[in-house]
């Protein structure tokens, strides 16, 4: 039985208002008047997160009960918080709604499928918020809005400050989930992006439990009908990849694969805008120049209001958020039809791995549930410059059941659909961090459209030796060194140390997995290797 904060329980302040499903031009209007944000040059509002520019990962918990004890992969990335607790909380999120002059509220959708989307109403103190959301999740049409039904409640006050005695968090800012009583508490911070990463990880709760894969990961269609899914951390390209001209996109960031369809959860794109070009990223940059964005942290000139996406001095991290029909070709259904290539997005900080690789059904569930990357400055709160991480599922933070969970659907799928897929390398080549450089936009480019058309299943491939997946040897168009990433490097012995380096972390990290897989998955691993 549904469990959410109705209307009503919104007790305001005498004379308080409550703002209900305003649209973009009304809640912008606000944003002006209360000082929340500014107008750009173009019409785009330009605001200011504070002191969170990213995500507080450290501050996310999940209500440990009946239904979650079992079902949740307890841990670093979901932390328990007792039902005492978060009751606390809730008492203390409906007093401070209380002292509020104006409160915003839209009911959305979490999902694009109608079989599977959920009923999300968003209870929100700022007006950009409630715009951001908004803009973000899946708006209802009219008739649907009139017959409404809230699944899940969501309250972001980025005013409020937990008390973690009290709350039982870490700090004054709190992102807590109660799959109960199905509401979701959001305190302490201004970073719009929390929100739509809590409606996320509720999804991939409630997914799987329908056989649906949820994925962290943009999508899109190529001239056939052909869809491609792109797996990958936030700042590992998943957003300018997809937003390819010749390609019809599905969305950006969050999606499920049903049995019939991959579909976005969200109605929205949120952007990495620092040094954003018109060249490498046009219709990425266009939406900047669009009333209906909202700019998170982007430095804008205070009498010309002219922006500059070059200056960090806000955030490294500065987002974009805009609807998703501002890219010319986004799909008008939000869907698209089952993946005939997957793409896994990796920024290697250590400049060992090729910038693509084919992989076995195999070797994609094992990176799968590896997840390496590197973590980009600003995506959360301390990250000032590229990490080496292991993020399971290319999305750990957002995924509460065990990875074996997806992993099992992915290869699941995989199986079934007889799907191409492959290992692609954005980050550095030539050395690591702070010696190599990143890999250029147009090669990746130029690598992925090969590997979509079908043509790269033409090329001769040689086995890479330290992880055993398949390398292309020759592709038009792209230096034939840069496909081989020992070439790259000045010293080659310097390369197979970090190579090795790199093996050892993989293996040291799937250990974890071992027993939630099979021998063939095992058997996917890279193997102990000497001096090249």
């Given at each position: 039985?549904?469990?959410?904060?109705?209307?009503?329980?919104?007790?305001?302040?005498?004379?308080?208002?409550?703002?209900?499903?305003?649209?973009?031009?009304?809640?912008?209007?606000?944003?002006?008047?209360?000082?929340?944000?500014?107008?750009?040059?173009?019409?785009?509002?330009?605001?200011?997160?504070?002191?969170?520019?990213?995500?507080?990962?450290?501050?996310?918990?999940?209500?440990?009960?009946?239904?979650?004890?079992?079902?949740?992969?307890?841990?670093?990335?979901?932390?328990?918080?007792?039902?005492?607790?978060?009751?606390?909380?809730?008492?203390?999120?409906?007093?401070?709604?209380?002292?509020?002059?104006?409160?915003?509220?839209?009911?959305?959708?979490?999902?694009?499928?109608?079989?599977?989307?959920?009923?999300?109403?968003?209870?929100?103190?700022?007006?950009?918020?409630?715009?951001?959301?908004?803009?973000?999740?899946?708006?209802?049409?009219?008739?649907e809005l009139r017959s409404f039904a809230v699944d899940y409640t969501l309250i972001d006050l980025p005013g409020f400050q937990a008390d973690p005695e009290k709350h039982g968090c870490r700090s004054q800012t709190v992102i807590a989930i109660d799959f109960t009583e199905r509401l979701i508490l959001i305190g302490g911070t201004g970073y719009a992006g929390e929100m739509k990463k809590a409606v996320f990880t509720v999804l991939n709760y409630v997914l799987p439990r329908k056989g649906v894969m949820p994925m962290?990961?943009?999508?899109?269609?190529?001239?056939?009908?052909?869809?491609?899914?792109?797996?990958?951390?936030?700042?590992?390209?998943?957003?300018?990849?997809?937003?390819?001209?010749?390609?019809?996109?599905?969305?950006?960031?969050?999606?499920?694969?049903?049995?019939?369809?991959?579909?976005?959860?969200?109605?929205?794109?949120?952007?990495?805008?620092?040094?954003?070009?018109?060249?490498?990223?046009?219709?990425?940059?266009?939406?900047?120049?669009?009333?209906?964005?909202?700019?998170?942290?982007?430095?804008?000139?205070?009498?010309?209001?002219?922006?500059?996406?070059?200056?960090?001095?806000?955030?490294?991290?500065?987002?974009?958020?805009?609807?998703?029909?501002?890219?010319?070709?986004?799909?008008?259904?939000?869907?698209?039809?089952?993946?005939?290539?997957?793409?896994?997005?990796?920024?290697?900080?250590?400049?060992?791995?090729?910038?693509?690789?084919?992989?076995?059904?195999?070797?994609?569930?094992?990176?799968?549930?590896?997840?390496?990357?590197?973590?980009?400055?600003?995506?959360?709160?301390?990250?000032?410059?590229?990490?080496?991480?292991?993020?399971?599922?290319?999305?750990?933070?957002?995924?509460?059941?065990?990875?074996?969970?997806?992993?099992?659907?992915?290869?699941?799928?995989?199986?079934?659909?007889?799907?191409?897929?492959?290992?692609?390398?954005?980050?550095?080549?030539?050395?690591?961090?702070?010696?190599?450089?990143?890999?250029?936009?147009?090669?990746?480019?130029?690598?992925?459209?090969?590997?979509?058309?079908?043509?790269?299943?033409?090329?001769?491939?040689?086995?890479?030796?330290?992880?055993?997946?398949?390398?292309?040897?020759?592709?038009?168009?792209?230096?034939?060194?840069?496909?081989?990433?020992?070439?790259?490097?000045?010293?080659?012995?310097?390369?197979?140390?970090?190579?090795?380096?790199?093996?050892?972390?993989?293996?040291?990290?799937?250990?974890?997995?071992?027993?939630?897989?099979?021998?063939?998955?095992?058997?996917?691993?890279?193997?102990?290797?000497?001096?090249?």
């Amino acid at each position: 039985m549904t469990q959410t904060l109705t209307l009503p329980e919104l007790a305001l302040k005498p004379g308080g208002r409550l703002h209900e499903n305003l649209d973009t031009p009304h809640l912008v209007e606000f944003a002006l008047r209360r000082a929340e944000g500014r107008m750009s040059e173009h019409g785009a509002l330009v605001v200011e997160t504070g002191k969170h520019t990213g995500r507080s990962a450290q501050d996310k918990f999940i209500v440990r009960d009946d239904e979650t004890r079992d079902d949740v992969w307890w841990g670093p990335s979901n932390k328990a918080m007792s039902k005492e607790a978060f009751a606390n909380l809730r008492e203390d999120y409906l007093t401070y709604l209380a002292t509020l002059d104006d409160v915003f509220v839209q009911d959305l959708f979490g999902g694009s499928q109608p079989e599977y989307r959920i009923g999300v109403r968003v209870v929100t103190e700022l007006a950009w918020h409630s715009s951001f959301v908004r803009t973000m999740l899946v708006r209802p049409a009219p008739d649907e809005l009139r017959s409404f039904a809230v699944d899940y409640t969501l309250i972001d006050l980025p005013g409020f400050q937990a008390d973690p005695e009290k709350h039982g968090c870490r700090s004054q800012t709190v992102i807590a989930i109660d799959f109960t009583e199905r509401l979701i508490l959001i305190g302490g911070t201004g970073y719009a992006g929390e929100m739509k990463k809590a409606v996320f990880t509720v999804l991939n709760y409630v997914l799987p439990r329908k056989g649906v894969m949820p994925m962290h990961c943009s999508a899109n269609i190529g001239p056939d009908g052909d869809t491609a899914i792109f797996f990958g951390l936030s700042g590992t390209g998943k957003t300018t990849l997809s937003a390819d001209a010749s390609r019809t996109l599905i969305g950006d960031d969050e999606h499920g694969w049903s049995d019939t369809a991959v579909f976005n959860f969200e109605g929205g794109c949120y952007a990495k805008m620092i040094h954003l070009s018109a060249e490498a990223e046009p219709e990425i940059h266009a939406a900047t120049r669009r009333f209906g964005t909202i700019l998170e942290n982007v430095v804008m000139h205070p009498e010309t209001r002219a922006l500059d996406l070059d200056d960090a001095s806000l955030a490294e991290n500065s987002r974009g958020a805009y609807p998703i029909h501002f890219i010319p070709n986004a799909s008008c259904e939000n869907m698209g039809s089952l993946p005939k290539n997957i793409i896994m997005l990796t920024a290697d900080a250590f400049g060992v791995l090729p910038p693509i690789a084919r992989l076995t059904p195999e070797q994609a569930m094992y990176h799968f549930l590896s997840g390496y990357t590197a973590k980009v400055a600003g995506t959360e709160l301390g990250v000032t410059e590229p990490e080496a991480t292991f993020s399971t599922c290319f999305g750990a933070p957002f995924m509460p059941r065990h990875p074996s969970v997806y992993g099992n659907l992915l290869r699941k799928r995989i199986a079934n659909g007889g799907v191409d897929c492959w290992l692609v390398n954005t980050g550095w080549t030539g050395g690591p961090y702070g010696t190599g450089t990143r890999m250029p936009i147009k090669v990746t480019r130029a690598l992925l459209n090969a590997a979509l058309s079908g043509k790269l299943k033409e090329a001769d491939f040689r086995i890479d030796p330290n992880f055993g997946f398949e390398v292309p040897v020759a592709v038009e168009g792209v230096d034939t060194n840069i496909l081989d990433p020992r070439a790259t490097w000045t010293d080659g012995h310097d390369y197979d140390r970090s190579a090795r380096g790199l093996v050892d972390r993989f293996r040291r990290n799937f250990t974890q997995f071992v027993a939630h897989v099979d021998a063939s998955i095992r058997a996917a691993a890279p193997s102990e290797i000497t001096d090249a």
